[in-house]
């Protein structure tokens, strides 16, 4: 069965739209941090489908939400009042911790991030923005522009005039020597470099962990301190939410809390995890930023009341049941058992993360060359194992991802780890 409509994706679906493992893998049903495939195996999520699944697979709040909304009313249009994205809209702007802000609903990150960068560069009537190096925002025509890891670009066209600054990848690069002070204060320099030499930007946007870019982190403060200087020049900076969002770090509710001295971004975008898989993706901004469009309506359906209910079910789950200080305590466990497992391998140069959002980055044993392969194998052991995870990472995409529901149970993080210390000797 999985194999006639794998010929039938092939023969309709572009060719680019990339599907993980030799033998892809067509998902049934779900239910906490399992799913199961069409053959009925059941397999641990650690990935949530890169993050979609914030809590847990079918969510009975979640579910009743979305059943009872389209029961009632299934219907998409910024022109009528639309009580659940009120309702949404209130909680985010609540938990954004920028001041009068306002929050406008896309269907994805992409749209979100595009929406971002219409504000900012109307705001400051400039089209030239800072992105960082290695970073992904997306892959409509505006977030290809500000997309550093190239190798993720379908085009190199772009209506921008991007400027990459270094300090999102901590790991590599001419900076990787340096300690966590001296690293933020090459960055900075950089930075200022660089604004030496252009017309002012609109604006800086930047992962607090990159995502795609394989699950780095710069040290904490580093945006902070770039934020000094960017705030001197009136230069934005909107902080790309869509990985580290709501709790997922950890320690935080949002990735650039790590970076709060000189207090939030202007401009926060977010998606993925907080439709628990349905689609929502949206930008929070001061009122100021958010009202200098021009514009009456920009999406149709941005804020659907099915989506918005959804959203509204999920987020008051996470919060009731504290699943950012879940994603502290069990991925703290978790990465501890993980870097146990890969002090054994030779294959790992590193385990990296923070809360629920874990990378093992392969090397070939013995050099510090990154190792795709080895991650691929990686990748198709696992799921033989009965574990989904991710890879990502620069342009080689040596990194394995591991971003599970944020419920993720201690006991599931110690099988999840016992699997991945099978799959990582047997390489
Ligand atoms: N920003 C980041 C940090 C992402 O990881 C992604 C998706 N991987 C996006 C933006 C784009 O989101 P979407 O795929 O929903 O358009």
Request: some cysteine.
């Amino acid at each position: 069965m999985t194999h006639d409509l794998l010929g039938r994706h092939r023969a309709v679906l572009p060719d680019w739209l990339a599907l993980y493992y030799e033998d892809p893998l067509e998902l049934t049903h779900g239910e906490g941090r399992y799913v199961w495939d069409a053959a009925g195996r059941r397999y641990l999520d650690f990935f949530g489908g890169i993050l979609t699944t914030m809590t847990a697979h079918a969510l009975p709040e979640v579910a009743k939400a979305v059943a009872g909304q389209a029961g009632r009313l299934l219907h998409s249009s910024t022109l009528y009042l639309n009580r659940p994205m009120v309702d949404l809209a209130e909680r985010i702007a609540q938990l954004s911790g920028i001041p009068d802000a306002r929050v406008f609903f896309t269907t994805s990150g992409t749209e979100a991030n595009d929406t971002a960068l219409l504000l900012a560069t109307a705001y400051r009537r400039s089209d030239t923005v800072l992105a960082m190096r290695n970073s992904y925002h997306g892959r409509s025509f505006g977030a290809v522009g500000i997309t550093g890891n190239r190798g993720w670009s379908p085009t190199s066209l772009s209506p921008l005039r991007t400027l990459y600054v270094h300090g999102g990848v901590r790991t590599r690069g001419p900076y990787a020597h340096l300690d966590d002070r001296e690293f933020t204060a090459a960055c900075v320099a950089d930075l200022k470099d660089l604004l030496g030499h252009t017309r002012p930007p609109a604006a800086l946007i930047a992962e607090p962990v990159q995502g795609v870019g394989g699950f780095t982190s710069p040290p904490d403060g580093l945006y902070a301190a770039f934020r000094d200087v960017l705030h001197e020049r009136g230069i934005l900076w909107i902080s790309d939410e869509v990985q580290t969002g709501w709790g997922r770090t950890g320690d935080h509710f949002w990735g650039w809390q790590a970076h709060g001295r000189s207090g939030p971004p202007d401009i926060v975008t977010f998606a993925k995890g907080i439709g628990n898989g349905m689609s929502i993706g949206g930008v929070i901004a001061r009122a100021e930023i958010m009202n200098c469009l021009d514009a009456n309506s920009i999406s149709t359906f941005g804020g659907t009341q099915v989506t918005m209910a959804a959203g509204l079910a999920n987020l008051t789950h996470l919060l009731e049941h504290d699943l950012q200080g879940n994603a502290r305590r069990v991925g703290g466990l978790l990465i501890e058992r993980l870097r146990a497992v890969a002090a054994r391998s030779p294959h790992v140069r590193e385990v990296r993360g923070r809360g629920l959002m874990i990378g093992i980055e392969l090397t070939r044993p013995g050099t510090d060359e990154a190792d795709p392969r080895a991650a691929s194998a990686a990748l198709e052991e696992a799921r033989a194992a009965g574990l989904l995870i991710g890879k990502g990472g620069g342009h080689d995409t040596s990194v394995l991802r591991i971003a599970p529901p944020l419920s993720l149970t201690v006991a599931e993080a110690e099988e999840g780890a016992a699997i991945l210390d099978r799959v990582l000797s047997s390489l």
